[in-house]
């Protein structure tokens, strides 16, 4: 069974009985990630816009929640 993080449930492949993925599909994977990164190092950096944090922070509002001291 996975393990509970922040509300989130975390496993592995295995645990899900996914087979494993071929060497095909890493590959073509692979190539997808190294385009969307070619694509997003295009961008000049004075027109980037970073995300907000609703898009990356799973952490928000869970015991993991990094606050500053006060």
Do not use: C, H, N
Not at 38 to 52: G, L, Q
């Amino acid at each position: 069974m996975g393990k509970e993080v922040a509300g989130k449930i975390f496993s592995t492949p295995e645990e899900l009985g996914l087979p494993p993925l071929g060497e095909d599909e890493l590959a073509e994977a692979r190539r997808m990630l190294a385009q969307a990164q070619a694509r997003r190092d295009s961008i000049p950096p004075e027109e980037r816009t970073p995300a907000a944090p609703k898009f990356y922070d799973d952490a928000a509002g869970t015991e993991y929640e990094r606050r500053e001291p006060s």
